[in-house]
Protein backbone atom coordinates (compact mmCIF):
# COMPACT_ATOMS: atom_id res chain seq x y z
CA UNK A 1 0.00 0.00 0.00
CA UNK A 2 1.08 3.78 -0.75
CA UNK A 3 -0.79 6.90 0.61
CA UNK A 4 -1.80 9.13 -2.44
CA UNK A 5 -2.47 12.57 -1.96
CA UNK A 6 -2.08 15.54 -4.71
CA UNK A 7 -0.12 18.80 -4.31
CA UNK A 8 -1.58 21.73 -5.55
CA UNK A 9 0.68 25.13 -5.87
CA UNK A 10 -2.91 27.11 -5.83
CA UNK A 11 -1.96 29.52 -8.80
CA UNK A 12 -4.64 31.98 -10.13
CA UNK A 13 -4.69 34.03 -13.31
CA UNK A 14 -7.21 36.27 -14.97
CA UNK A 15 -5.53 34.69 -18.24
CA UNK A 16 -8.22 33.40 -21.06
CA UNK A 17 -8.50 28.93 -19.83
CA UNK A 18 -7.88 29.33 -16.17
CA UNK A 19 -10.58 28.32 -14.44
CA UNK A 20 -8.98 30.23 -10.69
CA UNK A 21 -8.76 33.91 -11.90
CA UNK A 22 -8.69 34.87 -8.36
CA UNK A 23 -7.14 34.39 -5.12
CA UNK A 24 -10.97 34.00 -3.37
CA UNK A 25 -11.33 31.43 -6.49
CA UNK A 26 -8.23 29.05 -5.58
CA UNK A 27 -9.21 29.02 -1.93
CA UNK A 28 -11.96 28.12 -2.26
CA UNK A 29 -11.31 25.55 -4.75
CA UNK A 30 -8.28 24.31 -2.71
CA UNK A 31 -11.01 23.28 -0.23
CA UNK A 32 -13.90 21.86 -2.84
CA UNK A 33 -10.79 19.48 -4.09
CA UNK A 34 -10.08 18.23 -1.01
CA UNK A 35 -13.61 17.50 -0.54
CA UNK A 36 -13.68 15.73 -3.41
CA UNK A 37 -10.05 13.98 -3.11
CA UNK A 38 -11.44 12.72 0.20
CA UNK A 39 -14.95 11.32 -1.85
CA UNK A 40 -12.38 9.15 -4.27
CA UNK A 41 -10.84 7.61 -1.83
CA UNK A 42 -7.38 9.56 -2.13
CA UNK A 43 -5.20 9.98 1.28
CA UNK A 44 -4.10 13.51 1.18
CA UNK A 45 -4.42 16.98 -0.05
CA UNK A 46 -1.42 18.90 0.38
CA UNK A 47 -0.34 22.74 -0.78
CA UNK A 48 2.85 24.78 -1.99
CA UNK A 49 3.25 28.23 -0.33
CA UNK A 50 5.03 31.05 -2.07
CA UNK A 51 5.18 34.47 -0.82
CA UNK A 52 4.99 37.45 -2.96
CA UNK A 53 3.08 35.81 -6.12
CA UNK A 54 -0.43 35.17 -6.91
CA UNK A 55 -0.46 31.11 -5.57
CA UNK A 56 -1.01 29.88 -2.19
CA UNK A 57 0.71 32.03 0.78
CA UNK A 58 -0.96 31.54 4.53
CA UNK A 59 -1.97 28.11 4.96
CA UNK A 60 -3.72 27.82 8.13
CA UNK A 61 -7.29 29.24 7.34
CA UNK A 62 -6.77 26.86 4.33
CA UNK A 63 -5.63 23.80 6.65
CA UNK A 64 -8.12 24.45 9.15
CA UNK A 65 -11.18 25.24 6.43
CA UNK A 66 -10.48 21.56 4.67
CA UNK A 67 -9.99 20.38 8.09
CA UNK A 68 -13.16 21.14 8.55
CA UNK A 69 -14.82 20.04 5.95
CA UNK A 70 -13.39 16.71 5.53
CA UNK A 71 -13.24 13.86 8.13
CA UNK A 72 -10.58 11.45 7.29
CA UNK A 73 -8.18 12.76 4.12
CA UNK A 74 -4.51 13.98 5.70
CA UNK A 75 -3.99 17.77 5.13
CA UNK A 76 -0.75 19.09 4.76
CA UNK A 77 1.54 21.60 2.95
CA UNK A 78 4.81 21.35 0.53
CA UNK A 79 6.48 23.20 1.41
CA UNK A 80 6.37 26.31 4.17
CA UNK A 81 9.10 28.55 3.45
CA UNK A 82 10.73 29.27 7.83
CA UNK A 83 12.99 31.98 6.34
CA UNK A 84 8.91 33.72 6.67
CA UNK A 85 7.86 32.39 9.80
CA UNK A 86 7.53 33.53 13.36
CA UNK A 87 8.01 29.59 14.57
CA UNK A 88 6.24 30.06 18.01
CA UNK A 89 2.97 32.15 16.54
CA UNK A 90 3.14 29.28 13.65
CA UNK A 91 3.19 26.50 16.53
CA UNK A 92 0.32 27.83 17.24
CA UNK A 93 -1.37 27.79 14.22
CA UNK A 94 -0.87 24.41 13.53
CA UNK A 95 -1.87 23.55 17.11
CA UNK A 96 -5.49 24.93 15.86
CA UNK A 97 -5.29 23.87 12.20
CA UNK A 98 -4.31 20.65 13.94
CA UNK A 99 -7.11 20.34 16.51
CA UNK A 100 -9.77 21.33 13.98
CA UNK A 101 -8.90 18.83 11.27
CA UNK A 102 -8.81 15.99 14.41
CA UNK A 103 -4.52 14.84 14.13
CA UNK A 104 -5.03 15.10 10.41
CA UNK A 105 -2.16 17.48 10.12
CA UNK A 106 0.96 17.05 8.34
CA UNK A 107 2.78 20.07 7.69
CA UNK A 108 5.55 20.03 5.10
CA UNK A 109 8.32 22.84 6.11
CA UNK A 110 11.92 23.96 4.46
CA UNK A 111 14.60 26.71 3.79
CA UNK A 112 12.63 27.92 1.12
CA UNK A 113 13.40 27.99 -2.67
CA UNK A 114 14.11 31.47 -4.78
CA UNK A 115 11.26 33.62 -4.27
CA UNK A 116 9.37 36.23 -6.33
CA UNK A 117 11.61 39.21 -4.82
CA UNK A 118 14.83 39.94 -3.54
CA UNK A 119 15.86 38.49 0.44
CA UNK A 120 11.60 38.40 0.82
CA UNK A 121 12.17 37.35 4.20
CA UNK A 122 13.65 40.50 4.98
CA UNK A 123 10.33 42.59 5.08
CA UNK A 124 8.88 39.85 7.31
CA UNK A 125 10.99 41.36 9.60
CA UNK A 126 13.69 38.46 9.39
CA UNK A 127 17.36 38.41 8.55
CA UNK A 128 19.96 35.59 8.69
CA UNK A 129 21.76 35.09 12.42
CA UNK A 130 25.63 37.22 12.28
CA UNK A 131 27.62 35.44 9.68
CA UNK A 132 24.95 33.06 8.27
CA UNK A 133 23.05 32.74 5.21
CA UNK A 134 19.45 32.56 4.03
CA UNK A 135 19.30 28.89 4.67
CA UNK A 136 20.49 29.28 8.28
CA UNK A 137 17.59 31.33 8.97
CA UNK A 138 15.21 29.18 7.58
CA UNK A 139 17.06 25.57 9.47
CA UNK A 140 17.25 27.85 13.29
CA UNK A 141 13.48 28.74 12.93
CA UNK A 142 12.65 25.04 12.29
CA UNK A 143 14.71 23.88 15.39
CA UNK A 144 12.74 26.72 17.26
CA UNK A 145 9.43 25.20 15.83
CA UNK A 146 10.49 21.41 16.35
CA UNK A 147 11.45 22.47 20.09
CA UNK A 148 8.04 24.43 20.97
CA UNK A 149 5.99 21.61 19.59
CA UNK A 150 7.23 19.01 22.32
CA UNK A 151 4.33 20.99 24.07
CA UNK A 152 6.92 21.63 27.44
CA UNK A 153 6.67 25.04 29.09
CA UNK A 154 9.59 27.21 28.80
CA UNK A 155 7.97 31.14 29.70
CA UNK A 156 8.19 32.35 32.85
CA UNK A 157 4.18 32.89 34.23
CA UNK A 158 3.49 36.60 35.44
CA UNK A 159 2.76 36.30 39.02
CA UNK A 160 -0.41 38.46 38.70
CA UNK A 161 -1.61 36.91 35.40
CA UNK A 162 -5.30 38.17 34.08
CA UNK A 163 -6.71 34.49 34.58
CA UNK A 164 -5.19 31.77 36.59
CA UNK A 165 -2.12 29.95 35.02
CA UNK A 166 -1.14 26.06 35.96
CA UNK A 167 2.00 25.50 37.80
CA UNK A 168 5.03 25.49 36.64
CA UNK A 169 6.65 27.54 33.09
CA UNK A 170 3.72 27.57 30.46
CA UNK A 171 3.85 26.18 26.89
CA UNK A 172 2.23 27.39 23.80
CA UNK A 173 -1.79 26.84 23.50
CA UNK A 174 -3.22 25.70 21.99
CA UNK A 175 -0.82 22.41 22.05
CA UNK A 176 -2.15 19.33 19.81
CA UNK A 177 -0.66 15.88 21.08
CA UNK A 178 1.55 14.66 18.03
CA UNK A 179 2.03 17.22 15.63
CA UNK A 180 5.79 16.97 16.39
CA UNK A 181 5.99 13.34 14.98
CA UNK A 182 3.95 14.79 11.70
CA UNK A 183 6.59 17.55 10.98
CA UNK A 184 8.39 16.81 7.59
CA UNK A 185 11.48 18.80 5.96
CA UNK A 186 11.33 19.43 2.33
CA UNK A 187 15.06 18.33 1.77
CA UNK A 188 16.96 19.59 -1.51
CA UNK A 189 19.92 17.60 -1.42
CA UNK A 190 21.57 14.68 0.67
CA UNK A 191 22.73 16.69 3.10
CA UNK A 192 19.69 18.37 4.32
CA UNK A 193 17.80 14.80 4.52
CA UNK A 194 20.36 13.40 6.79
CA UNK A 195 19.63 16.98 8.72
CA UNK A 196 16.49 16.25 8.67
CA UNK A 197 17.24 12.61 9.72
CA UNK A 198 18.81 13.49 12.86
CA UNK A 199 16.17 15.63 13.87
CA UNK A 200 13.65 13.32 13.79
CA UNK A 201 11.20 15.05 10.39
CA UNK A 202 9.54 12.94 8.00
CA UNK A 203 11.32 13.99 4.38
CA UNK A 204 9.63 15.43 1.46
CA UNK A 205 11.29 14.93 -1.83
CA UNK A 206 10.04 17.14 -4.80
CA UNK A 207 10.52 16.84 -8.37
CA UNK A 208 13.91 19.00 -8.06
CA UNK A 209 16.99 18.47 -6.23
CA UNK A 210 20.60 19.34 -6.17
CA UNK A 211 22.19 17.64 -9.28
CA UNK A 212 24.99 15.97 -6.97
CA UNK A 213 26.06 12.74 -9.16
CA UNK A 214 24.70 13.78 -12.71
CA UNK A 215 21.99 10.52 -12.77
CA UNK A 216 18.63 10.52 -13.58
CA UNK A 217 16.61 12.20 -11.03
CA UNK A 218 15.06 9.25 -9.68
CA UNK A 219 18.12 7.30 -8.99
CA UNK A 220 19.66 10.58 -6.94
CA UNK A 221 16.30 10.91 -5.41
CA UNK A 222 16.32 7.23 -4.28
CA UNK A 223 19.62 7.81 -3.11
CA UNK A 224 18.64 10.69 -0.84
CA UNK A 225 15.45 8.51 0.52
CA UNK A 226 18.37 5.46 2.02
CA UNK A 227 20.75 7.99 3.16
CA UNK A 228 17.90 10.23 5.33
CA UNK A 229 16.35 6.37 6.33
CA UNK A 230 20.52 5.12 7.22
CA UNK A 231 20.91 8.64 9.54
CA UNK A 232 17.52 8.14 10.85
CA UNK A 233 18.35 4.55 11.86
CA UNK A 234 21.82 5.44 13.45
CA UNK A 235 19.95 8.85 15.44
CA UNK A 236 18.06 5.86 17.13
CA UNK A 237 14.29 7.16 16.56
CA UNK A 238 11.48 5.30 18.34
CA UNK A 239 9.10 5.74 15.40
CA UNK A 240 8.97 4.32 11.60
CA UNK A 241 9.75 8.04 9.29
CA UNK A 242 7.59 8.67 6.69
CA UNK A 243 8.79 9.90 3.27
CA UNK A 244 7.00 11.46 0.25
CA UNK A 245 7.97 11.84 -3.11
CA UNK A 246 6.04 14.57 -5.85
CA UNK A 247 5.16 13.71 -9.12
CA UNK A 248 3.71 14.96 -12.64
CA UNK A 249 1.31 11.84 -13.56
CA UNK A 250 -1.21 12.00 -16.16
CA UNK A 251 -3.07 9.18 -17.37
CA UNK A 252 -4.43 9.66 -20.92
CA UNK A 253 -7.40 8.02 -21.04
CA UNK A 254 -9.87 10.53 -22.59
CA UNK A 255 -9.39 12.85 -25.04
CA UNK A 256 -9.24 15.87 -23.10
CA UNK A 257 -6.58 14.33 -21.33
CA UNK A 258 -4.72 13.87 -24.42
CA UNK A 259 -4.94 17.74 -25.71
CA UNK A 260 -4.04 19.17 -22.40
CA UNK A 261 -1.14 16.12 -21.76
CA UNK A 262 -0.20 13.79 -24.89
CA UNK A 263 2.62 15.83 -26.21
CA UNK A 264 4.72 14.92 -24.69
CA UNK A 265 7.11 17.76 -24.15
CA UNK A 266 8.00 17.01 -20.73
CA UNK A 267 9.43 13.25 -20.67
CA UNK A 268 13.01 13.82 -19.95
CA UNK A 269 15.00 15.50 -17.12
CA UNK A 270 15.86 19.07 -17.02
CA UNK A 271 18.58 20.60 -15.91
CA UNK A 272 18.81 24.67 -14.27
CA UNK A 273 19.76 26.51 -11.33
CA UNK A 274 18.79 27.50 -8.09
CA UNK A 275 21.84 30.09 -8.14
CA UNK A 276 24.56 30.90 -10.20
CA UNK A 277 26.29 28.18 -7.96
CA UNK A 278 23.52 25.57 -7.57
CA UNK A 279 23.11 23.03 -10.27
CA UNK A 280 19.49 21.41 -9.85
CA UNK A 281 17.76 18.68 -11.80
CA UNK A 282 14.33 18.58 -12.34
CA UNK A 283 12.46 15.47 -12.39
CA UNK A 284 10.59 14.21 -15.44
CA UNK A 285 6.43 14.45 -16.16
CA UNK A 286 4.90 11.23 -16.84
CA UNK A 287 1.86 11.39 -18.97
CA UNK A 288 0.93 8.69 -21.34
CA UNK A 289 -1.89 5.92 -21.92
CA UNK A 290 -2.56 3.75 -18.75
CA UNK A 291 -0.73 0.68 -19.08
CA UNK A 292 2.25 2.51 -20.24
CA UNK A 293 1.89 4.71 -17.36
CA UNK A 294 2.31 1.93 -15.39
CA UNK A 295 5.59 0.45 -17.27
CA UNK A 296 6.92 3.84 -17.18
CA UNK A 297 6.84 4.18 -12.84
CA UNK A 298 7.40 0.91 -12.26
CA UNK A 299 11.40 1.76 -13.30
CA UNK A 300 10.67 5.02 -11.19
CA UNK A 301 12.99 3.99 -8.22
CA UNK A 302 12.35 6.80 -5.74
CA UNK A 303 8.86 6.42 -5.82
CA UNK A 304 9.33 2.62 -4.97
CA UNK A 305 11.39 3.63 -1.94
CA UNK A 306 8.65 6.05 -0.84
CA UNK A 307 5.48 5.40 1.47
CA UNK A 308 3.74 8.58 0.03
CA UNK A 309 3.36 10.29 -3.44
CA UNK A 310 1.71 13.44 -3.99
CA UNK A 311 0.23 13.89 -7.49
CA UNK A 312 1.23 17.67 -8.60
CA UNK A 313 -2.27 19.13 -10.46
CA UNK A 314 -3.17 21.74 -12.49
CA UNK A 315 -5.26 23.71 -10.67
CA UNK A 316 -5.97 26.12 -12.97
CA UNK A 317 -7.91 23.34 -14.60
CA UNK A 318 -10.52 23.29 -11.85
CA UNK A 319 -12.10 21.02 -9.64
CA UNK A 320 -13.81 18.40 -11.57
CA UNK A 321 -10.37 17.90 -14.28
CA UNK A 322 -8.42 17.51 -11.26
CA UNK A 323 -10.67 15.36 -9.47
CA UNK A 324 -10.90 13.50 -12.98
CA UNK A 325 -6.80 13.64 -13.07
CA UNK A 326 -6.31 11.81 -9.40
CA UNK A 327 -8.93 9.47 -9.84
CA UNK A 328 -7.44 7.95 -13.14
CA UNK A 329 -4.61 6.93 -11.14
CA UNK A 330 -6.39 5.96 -8.28
CA UNK A 331 -8.05 3.51 -10.75
CA UNK A 332 -6.04 2.80 -14.06
CA UNK A 333 -2.88 3.14 -12.53
CA UNK A 334 -2.38 2.58 -8.45
CA UNK A 335 -3.96 -0.90 -8.40
CA UNK A 336 -1.71 -2.49 -11.19
CA UNK A 337 1.29 -1.10 -9.06
CA UNK A 338 0.42 -2.51 -6.26
CA UNK A 339 -0.14 0.74 -4.72
CA UNK A 340 -4.14 -0.18 -3.68
Known amino acids: MKKIGFLSFG ?67 GVIDMRYENPLYMAEEAGAADLISGGRLQLGISRGSPEQVIDGWRHFGYQPPEGGTDADLGRHHAEVLLDVLRGEGFAQPNPQPMFPNPPGLLRLEPYSEG ?12 ATAVWAAKLGMNLQSSTLKNDETGEPFHVQQARQIRAYRAAWEEAGHARTPRVSVSRSIFALVNDLDRAYFGRGNQSADQIGYF ?43 GVDYNAHVIEAILTHVAPALGWR
Open 11 to 77: HWSPAGGSQARSASDVLLQSIDLAVAAEELGADGAYYRVHHFARQLASPFPLLAAVGARTRRIEIGT
Open 179 to 190: LRDRIWWGAGSD
Open 275 to 317: DPHTRAIFGRSYAAEPDTLVSQLKEDEAIAEADTLLLTVPNQL
